[in-house]
């Protein structure tokens, strides 16, 4: 069984709201038995409600991109160091020379490059970003795909074998349920190419079946005289157990493995582990997955930045491009809010060794699909580097307020803590210009 614990938010409401046509004929999974039996009878009814819900792929940039030499450039001036800029799709705005391919598509997401935070530091930065607070002492903090899995009815989360919330490449700090309890971790994965870890049991047959027992035995005493979780009276490890065993006998399991995707639409997303990621995310997505989180790390350029950020956007350019293009060739882009994100930007100027160091105080993070406005470029960066505070600040809290509320989450909603404490959902506010 895989060691991290599997998401629980599949939920017969999500799957109730889409469409029979998705459902019964995925383009990626279609043929496969993927479907379980109240999946089927809820497809059956899904043409009556005419709404799907919304689902969450976040791209995470793991080091710091640079906004320079992305989303937010500034050619011809001193803090450029020589970077090129190309013209975009949306009037008026440029990205950096090394993103042609999602310079095309800039009408269809938008670009927050006024982002601010308050942590110069990896870890805490990080943390700041996923979860829209910054770090507390004695309290962890839930990611945005942990919140999304929350908030679905407890009664509702045993319809899909998948976990739906999930990562890929996952890095330092990887997606996780904080106060909302470890069921809300992401399921960690690597290299779609490569077998998902310990999803294939040592025993088969009767032994396996004798391993189960002898767990059925020790968890009826573990059981005893302890609080029953709210799913009735199997344990919170009962159940994590049972679905582990679910999973590892799905069909479903086959929305992971992108090697049997024709040549050509694997190779637009770029020879990577990352796009290989990407790909894999729509086809979760497709097969009902609310969160689903792509890793690119190796943006910390402190020496020799133009270089490392060419070559990390030499990834990231047909990767990002060719999600949003499936996306909405599965007709998925309107139901699934796209972020990129990271956990700050880099210095305007550069140090002795030609590398950008952290900056928090105005980087960039783009955001589309999902109903959200795109075309639009929001908030601006001073091209001399000498003012650290923006033009229209957007704070990072702001970001996940709007991402939440584009959810049909409540950010007011108050949650009390495992140590008692009242805490919302979000203490952002939703950033107008997307709405």
């Known amino acids: 069984m895989n060691p991290f614990p599997l998401s629980d938010c599949g939920s017969s409401d999500h799957l109730a709201s889409w469409s029979r046509r998705r459902l019964l004929t995925s383009s990626a999974l279609a043929g496969l038995g993927w479907l379980t039996p109240l999946a089927q009878q809820l497809a059956r009814g899904a043409e009556a409600t005419g709404q799907r819900p919304k689902s969450v792929i976040v791209l995470w940039m793991e080091g710091g991109i640079s906004q320079l030499e992305s989303f937010d450039p500034h050619p ?138 002898s767990l059925a035995v020790l968890e009826q005493s573990f059981a005893a005289g302890r609080l029953a979780s709210l799913e009735g009276e199997r344990t919170l490890h009962r159940t994590s157990v049972e679905r582990a065993q679910r999973l590892m006998s799905s069909g479903q399991l086959a929305a992971f493995d992108v090697s049997g995707v024709p040549k050509a639409e694997r190779e637009a997303y770029g020879d990577s582990a990352f796009g290989r990621g990407c790909l894999a995310a729509i086809r979760l997505i497709d097969a009902g997955v609310r969160c689903v989180e792509v890793t690119l790390r190796g943006w910390d350029t402190h020496l020799n930045n133009t270089e490392g950020q060419a070559t990390q956007l030499a990834l990231l350019d047909p990767a990002l491009a060719s999600l949003i293009r499936g996306l909405k060739a599965r007709d998925l882009y309107e139901d699934t809010l796209l972020l990129v994100a990271t956990e700050f930007g880099r210095t305007p100027k550069q140090n002795l060794t030609e590398g950008r160091d952290h900056w928090p105080h105005g980087f960039s993070i783009l955001l589309g699909g999902g109903g959200l406005r795109g075309g639009l470029a929001v908030g601006e960066t001073d091209p001399s580097g000498e003012k650290q505070e923006p033009g229209r600040p957007i704070r990072v809290e702001d970001v996940h307020a709007t991402i939440l509320r584009r959810l049909g989450i409540d950010t007011t909603e108050e949650i009390t803590t495992p140590i008692g404490r009242p805490i919302k959902v979000s203490e952002g506010r939703v950033i107008q210009e997307l709405a």
């Open 76 to 213: 011809g001036s001193a803090i450029a160091y020589g970077g090129k800029a190309i013209a975009t799709a949306a009037k008026g705005i440029s990205f950096g020379a090394g993103l042609p391919l999602t310079a095309e598509l800039a009408n269809e997401f938008s670009v927050l490059r006024s982002v601010t935070g308050k942590e110069g530091d990896h870890s805490r930065a990080t943390y700041n970003v996923k979860t829209g607070y910054r770090p507390f002492p004695n309290l962890v903090h839930p990611s945005i795909g942990s919140i999304i899995c929350h908030g679905l009815p407890e009664s509702e989360r045993e319809v899909l074998d998948l976990p739906s919330h999930i990562s890929i490449l996952p890095g330092g700090f990887p997606a996780r349920g904080g106060y909302l309890g470890a069921r809300f971790d992401a399921f960690q994965t690597g290299d779609p190419l490569q077998p998902i870890p310990d999803v294939r049991p040592l025993a088969t047959g009767d032994r396996q079946q004798k391993r189960l027992d």
